[in-house]
């Protein structure tokens, strides 16, 4: 266990950027050996699901809290549209003779590491025997990896609520470490956390809960997944599981028994995968760490202390919940002009308040690790600065005791009681945001600007090295969350990888591993490329 952990953390330190040098990469892009970013499974059995269009309900503020959207029955038809609000395709983009597909769920540089499994006992028009299926984006369809008998289901999924599906993620960390070397398995985890964000606000559209069945180990979600035993360059390395059942059962265990995963490993898998790249560049350092997070079987105390409550809800316009998980795109430039109302910031930070009724953070069995140190450029009537979001209260004295003494940690004006805001800094930001995210202009030309800063030495010694990734999730979880707030503000938001990470610590007095940062966010005016065309995600039929 301490060898992994410092596996960990020496993966951590070696792939920070820092202002004299970058972390390790491949230098150039070897268009060559590109990843193909849909992994199929030859013959696997395809099942088609049906293209559902956005719909006007649920309302986007409704579908946010549990309770207040109806369950819908498991499905063919509900299937189809879980996957489709989560996973599959949003559009096309076209310019000259060059397209691309966009994702409901974003990704670093729409390199699209994670892949969606279903497993699922007997469905209405789906299935008539339980299966393990991989989910196709670009065909919005479930190839079937496996099938197994009624029993092992039912026993399976004693303990959890009924109905029941089981979604897994896994992650092919050679599509990142493409572009972006060594700090690929960052990039993984994030979109990892994306993907569990997309999933259970899906899942919230349809009157489900999702939930993180943490207590799994990793091999075990392997087995489950079909992945237990990986080659070559390209393996799938498990992530996990969520359970989605509807809202208002409860869940009484975060694992599945061992005695029914064990069967998995013998059962006869369909399909073989595509190859993605003709060659490979070999980071082994990733390999080390993604060996070093694995994760035991545990059985942990969860019942994490939520308060409960919706988003402030101040202005909220009456706007359709999945026209924003369609519409979601990352901005690739700011205006530098555009800004937003006070109460509209105070929105969008209330949203990402981790509630035991609030979707989609109530997935986790945790209490809240990341934090958000906000660099605000414009937002009327408030003083532009350094501010910092403290998304679990009981870590206030921790984070001020960590942080410049100099700091004024006041509440901003007309700041509501719930919302645990605080004014670090006055003055002009801009210059300071687009140096630490790797001078990149458009964490300067925004909104604001913001870093999420993890709890982050803690976790790993009290769980161990397996905590690393879910700090990243987390932080994938809270920016999903900003993705759809920029869009209902009418703005637009994106995530930023490459920031400069112990400059940033300094710009807050950080000294230690008791905090770090792990992930960068923007939000603006949007700058369109009038050369870009946007088309249908599917052919019309």
Same mark, same amino acid.
């Given at each position: 266990m301490a060898d992994a952990l410092a596996d960990v953390i020496a993966y951590h330190q070696a792939t920070k950027h820092h202002l004299h040098m970058y972390a390790r990469g491949p230098g150039q892009m070897d268009w060559a050996t590109q990843p193909d970013p849909f992994r199929r499974y030859a013959d696997a059995a395809l099942i088609h699901l049906e293209h559902v269009p956005p719909s006007p309900e649920p309302l986007y503020e409704a579908a946010f809290v549990t309770g207040h959207v109806p369950p819908q029955p498991f499905t063919h038809h509900a299937v189809s549209q879980l996957l489709s609000d989560s996973l599959a395709l949003s559009a096309r983009k076209q310019a000259g003779d060059a397209s691309w597909s966009l994702r409901i769920n974003p990704s670093s540089g729409n390199l699209h590491p994670t892949e969606g499994y279903l497993i699922c006992g007997p469905i209405v028009g789906l299935c008539t025997m339980p299966m393990v299926c991989h989910y196709a984006p670009a065909e919005h369809a479930l190839e079937r990896r496996a099938e197994f008998p009624f029993e092992t289901w039912r026993a399976l999924t004693a303990d959890l609520p009924s109905p029941v599906l089981l979604i897994g993620f896994t992650s092919i960390h050679w599509r990142e470490a493409w572009k972006y070397? $060594?700090?690929?398995?960052?990039?993984?985890?994030?979109?990892?956390?994306?993907?569990?964000? #997309?999933?259970?606000? /899906?899942? /919230? @559209?349809?009157?489900?809960?999702? %939930?993180?069945?943490?207590?799994? @180990?990793?091999?075990?979600?392997?087995?489950?997944?079909?992945?237990?035993?990986?080659?070559?360059? $390209?393996? =799938?390395?498990?992530?996990?599981?969520?359970?989605?059942?509807?809202?208002? =059962?409860?869940?009484? %265990?975060?694992?599945?028994?061992?005695?029914?995963?064990?069967?998995?490993?013998?059962?006869? *898998?369909?399909?073989?995968?595509?190859?993605?790249?003709?060659?490979?560049?070999?980071?082994?350092?990733?390999?080390?760490?993604?060996? #070093?997070?694995?994760?035991?079987?545990? &059985?942990?105390?969860?019942?994490?202390?939520?308060?409960?409550?919706?988003?402030?809800?101040?202005?909220? #316009?009456?706007?359709?919940?999945?026209?924003?998980?369609?519409?979601?795109?990352?901005?690739?430039?700011?205006?530098?002009?555009?800004?937003?109302?006070?109460?509209?910031?105070?929105?969008?930070?209330?949203?990402?308040?981790?509630?035991?009724?609030?979707?989609?953070? &109530?997935?986790?069995? *945790?209490?809240?690790?990341?934090?958000?140190?906000?660099?605000?450029?414009?937002?009327?009537?408030?003083?532009?600065?350094?501010?910092?979001?403290?998304?679990?209260?009981?870590?206030?004295?921790?984070?001020?005791?960590?942080?410049?003494? =100099?700091?004024? *940690? $006041?509440?901003?004006?007309?700041?509501?009681? @719930?919302?645990?805001?605080?004014?670090?800094?006055?003055? &002009?930001?801009?210059?300071?945001? $687009?140096?630490?995210?790797?001078?990149? /202009?458009?964490?300067?030309?925004?909104?604001?600007?913001?870093?999420m800063i993890a709890e982050f030495e803690r976790p790993l010694q009290h769980d161990g090295a397996w905590a690393y990734p879910r700090l990243f999730w987390e932080s994938g979880v809270v920016g999903q969350v900003l993705y759809l707030e920029a869009e209902a503000t009418g703005i637009r938001g994106t995530g930023i990888g490459c920031y400069f990470d112990d400059p940033m610590h300094r710009v807050l007095g950080l000294t230690t591993l008791q905090y770090q940062s792990l992930y960068h966010f923007t939000m603006g005016g949007p700058v369109n490329d009038p050369r870009l065309r946007t088309l249908p995600p599917y052919p019309v039929r």
């Open positions: 070397g $060594e700090r690929a398995y960052r990039y993984c985890q994030h979109d990892a956390g994306h993907a569990m964000g #997309a999933m259970s606000l /899906a899942a /919230a @559209g349809l009157g489900w809960q999702a %939930t993180l069945l943490d207590d799994l @180990g990793t091999d075990s979600v392997a087995a489950l997944l079909g992945v237990l035993d990986p080659q070559g360059a $390209e393996p =799938e390395t498990p992530d996990c599981v969520l359970a989605i059942y509807p809202q208002g =059962e409860a869940c009484r %265990t975060l694992t599945l028994p061992g005695d029914m995963v064990a069967r998995f490993a013998s059962v006869p *898998w369909q399909g073989r995968p595509n190859v993605l790249s003709p060659s490979h560049v070999e980071w082994p350092i990733i390999d080390r760490v993604s060996a #070093a997070a694995c994760k035991p079987p545990t &059985n942990q105390v969860h019942g994490v202390a939520r308060p409960t409550g919706s988003p402030l809800g101040i202005g909220a #316009a009456p706007i359709a919940f999945r026209q924003m998980i369609f519409q979601r795109r990352s901005a690739v430039a700011l205006d530098g002009r555009t800004g937003i109302t006070r109460d509209g910031f105070y929105q969008i930070l209330a949203q990402t308040l981790a509630g035991s009724d609030q979707f989609p953070f &109530n997935m986790l069995p *945790w209490t809240p690790r990341i934090h958000l140190a906000l660099f605000v450029h414009r937002v009327q009537d408030l003083d532009p600065g350094l501010y910092l979001l403290v998304r679990d209260p009981g870590q206030t004295v921790a984070l001020r005791a960590a942080t410049k003494p =100099e700091f004024a *940690w $006041e509440k901003p004006a007309a700041c509501p009681d @719930g919302l645990p805001l605080y004014r670090l800094l006055t003055g &002009n930001a801009q210059d300071l945001a $687009e140096q630490i995210s790797c001078h990149q /202009a458009i964490a300067a030309d925004g909104c604001f600007a913001l870093g």
